[in-house]
């Protein structure tokens, strides 16, 4: 038995992330992206915009295929995206999902 | 030196479970029971590599053996087998099957050694599965390849925090008073791991204090002394001690407070707006295991290769989980961690890609 890397079953949610603010933690609008290099393009991007969206590496220390990961946790149920949670890929994405 | 792989040969009842670790940082996760403590002491205990002196396993476990791989081609094999001394067949049969160098690291050896508990009393089943409570001796197998560099002589490769455990520093050397009332009514699990933490701490600032006194009376120009390895060593170790300061005191912004020295010259926190220092049995469970967990990492960076930690985030703030790995993973950028964690609020901040789900071992 293999166990590898994989996003954990926490419930990761907007409820999650709007249970922060009880705690006066507010995480805003957190948006997972694939690796710290896509966080200085997406924080630069949102900031065009006039977005204030925090743009959130999967995995600090590199290696992880953030891509694949992300992937099968939304596909898996192990994160919903929402409001306040949001995933980008590709450009094409992430204009419908802050659309909505 | 990172630990790149573990694998573990009969743990319940599993043939093979095999732990990769990819990144410096590791989370182990899963539902309540699914072994991430029991994962964490077999680490610990593989890594353990005291030379005569053999210490309790903290796993509980027994009849398993894991074989920890580090990046650098480095091995280490430990198996944990029960000792009975009234047995002392076993013993010699155990004995006699590591000087032919016959393997423990496999799951029909393992299986095989097994019946010989069970043979020689029959009605007596000693198995992880029926342990009882009963106090399990140990049997210690271990097995480092030539690669394996032996800097840690006498030192575990790994520094183990479970909150819930005792603690495995060796408090019985301190100086700590056991006999104030504090201890008989007021004590929590936090206390003794705590107190340890303020000796060892003014220990080594006043040892470092006295570097600094002999530097200025060896009667050099301040320039000679810059130059000096002692006087750099000096200020490596003070810059890191004050970055470590400076970091908690971050954490304690909210509350007014930060991090000072009471009449002991130890470790406590005051109010920011206040001369006097709060007594550091009035600090909170959290407060204490806040500075613990910053200070371990401080102390003992240089003597482990590993921090396992299990479940750090007990009695913290979501605040103050949201940045603590990754403080903690900075004071100490050479060294690995892996920590078994409920919290979403630990990971949240850069860590999402670096668990594993050990629900399903």
């Given amino acids: 038995m293999n166990i590898t890397e994989s996003i954990p079953d926490f419930g990761f949610s907007t409820e999650l992330n709007e249970a922060h603010e009880a705690f006066e933690q507010s995480l805003g609008i957190i948006t997972y992206v694939e690796g710290y290099e896509d966080v200085r393009f997406w924080t630069k991007e949102f900031k065009k915009l006039n977005l204030e969206i925090t743009a959130q590496e999967i995995s600090a220390t590199g290696s992880a295929n953030g891509k694949g990961t992300i992937l099968s946790a939304i596909k898996e149920g192990r994160i919903a995206l929402g409001k306040k949670l949001l995933f980008v890929l590709i450009v094409i994405t992430i204009t419908c999902l802050i659309k909505t | 030196m990172h630990l790149s792989q573990i694998e573990i040969i009969n743990l319940w009842d599993k043939e093979k479970i ?26 610990y205990d593989t890594l353990d590599i005291h030379g005569k002196k053999v210490l309790p396993a903290t796993s509980k476990n027994r009849f398993w053996s894991a074989e920890a791989q580090f990046e650098n081609n480095a091995t280490i094999q430990t198996a944990i087998l029960p000792e009975i001394s009234e047995q002392k067949s076993i013993t010699e049969e155990i004995s006699r099957l590591h000087q032919q160098k016959i393997s423990f690291h496999n799951f029909e050896s393992l299986k095989e050694i097994e019946k010989f508990y069970q043979k020689d009393e029959e009605n007596k089943e000693i198995h992880h599965i029926n342990y009882s409570g009963d106090i399990k001796g140990q049997l210690k197998i271990q097995t480092l390849n030539p690669q394996f560099e032996r800097k840690h002589s006498n030192n575990p490769l790994a520094f183990l925090f479970q909150e819930d455990r005792e603690t495995l520093h060796n408090i019985e050397k301190s100086n700590i008073d056991f006999s104030l009332n504090y201890w008989q009514l007021y004590r929590n699990s936090i206390d003794n791991r705590f107190a340890y933490l303020r000796n060892i701490i003014q220990i080594l600032e006043s040892q470092n204090n006295t570097i600094a006194k002999d530097l200025m009376l060896e009667n050099q120009d301040m320039e000679s002394i810059k130059e000096s390895d002692k006087y750099k060593d000096w200020q490596n170790k003070a810059t890191a001690f004050n970055h470590a300061i400076t970091r908690l005191n971050t954490y304690f912004l909210n509350s007014g407070k930060e991090i000072s020295r009471d009449h002991e010259n130890k470790l406590t926190l005051k109010f920011i707006d206040k001369e006097e220092e709060i007594s550091w049995h009035l600090l909170s469970r959290g407060e204490k295991t806040l500075i613990y967990l910053f200070f371990v990492v401080f102390l003992y960076k240089d003597k482990v290769e590993v921090f396992l930690f299990d479940e750090p985030e007990i009695s913290l703030h979501v605040k103050w989980q949201h940045n603590l790995i990754k403080d903690l993973s900075e004071l100490a950028p050479d060294n690995q961690f ?24």
């Fill in chain 2, 18 to 43: 095999t732990l990769s670790f990819k990144n410096r940082v590791t989370f182990l996760t899963g539902i309540n029971g699914s072994g991430k403590s029991t994962l964490l002491n077999i680490i």
């Fill in chain 2, 338 to 361: 892996i920590i078994a964690t409920h919290s979403p609020s630990l990971v949240q901040n850069g860590w999402l890609g670096n668990c594993l789900d050990v629900s399903n071992a």
